[in-house]
């Protein structure tokens, strides 16, 4: 069974269809979501849907897209939904240099990165990272934090040896809906060469389709699992279980 290890069945259009896309992905044996929250906007949703789904895991966080809005009240509600939910891991939360324009906008950013990797600590919980131009800085931050409770560095795109630096950090490598472009020669290498034990793999769907007015779809899991079988000479089941299992590992039980 596949572990689609982060994909928004919380957002539009799949929430509108929810049953239907579940029903959907099982045919391709996709049986298990990762669901990361964004923003304090659908935290409770997402939770609610874990609670109704049991293929469904919830992540809560403050994504650094939205961080425009925080105030410490929005964090001491992230604290006390963590304390409620103790089997809820925190994501998706990160840096994103492409999207700040000034070092004001980069400083903020790595200050609520900075205050939730503090929180996922005293929680003990591992974070699922989003990292866009950030690499060095999101690891900067995990040092500066002594943050050691590892998760995922989510729609991975870096070199090999940008992975192993993750890896060292206690991070398990998302490898995604970038492999659907065969012009995505980073990641088909990653693909090929990451030993499996440090694997997640995951669709951002709706996010991330191959062509830019596209919906992706979870289904898409399964095409992304075929590729890097084709490319390691196995079966697509052999990366699903141990991929499955690498997700599992990290949510609390
Ligand atoms: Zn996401």
Avoid at 218 to 232: K, N, T, Y
């Amino acid at each position: 069974m596949l572990f689609d290890s982060h994909c928004h069945l919380n957002h539009r259009p799949l929430i509108d269809n929810l049953s239907q896309v579940l029903l959907r992905a099982s045919d391709k044996d996709i049986g298990h979501f990762l669901v990361p929250a964004t923003s304090s906007a659908d935290w409770l949703i997402t939770i609610e849907l874990a609670k109704n789904y049991p293929q469904i895991y919830a992540a809560v966080g403050l994504h650094p897209w939205f961080i425009n809005h925080i105030t410490d009240s929005t964090l001491q509600q992230l604290e006390k939904i963590l304390l409620q939910h103790p089997q809820i891991i925190m994501g998706e939360i990160g840096l994103d240099f492409a999207r700040a324009h000034s070092l004001e906008e980069k400083n903020l950013q790595i200050k609520y990165f900075e205050e939730q990797l503090q929180l996922a600590k005293i929680m003990q919980r591992p974070v699922i990272i989003h990292h866009v131009h950030a690499t060095n800085a999101c690891l900067e931050s995990i040092k500066r934090c002594h943050f050691t409770n590892g998760g995922i560095a989510h729609a991975f795109s870096g070199s090999l040896e940008e992975a192993q630096a993750w890896v060292k950090h206690g991070f398990l490598i998302g490898v995604g809906s970038l492999l659907l472009r065969s012009q995505a020669k980073k990641i088909h290498r990653i693909a090929e060469k990451l030993p499996l034990q440090h694997m997640v793999i995951e669709t951002d769907a709706p996010y991330m389709a191959p062509s830019a007015n596209q919906i992706n779809h979870p289904v898409s899991l399964r095409q992304i699992a075929e590729i890097i079988a084709s490319l390691r000479n196995c079966h697509w089941q052999d990366i699903a279980t141990i991929t499955s299992n690498n997700t599992f590992a990290i949510i609390p039980q």
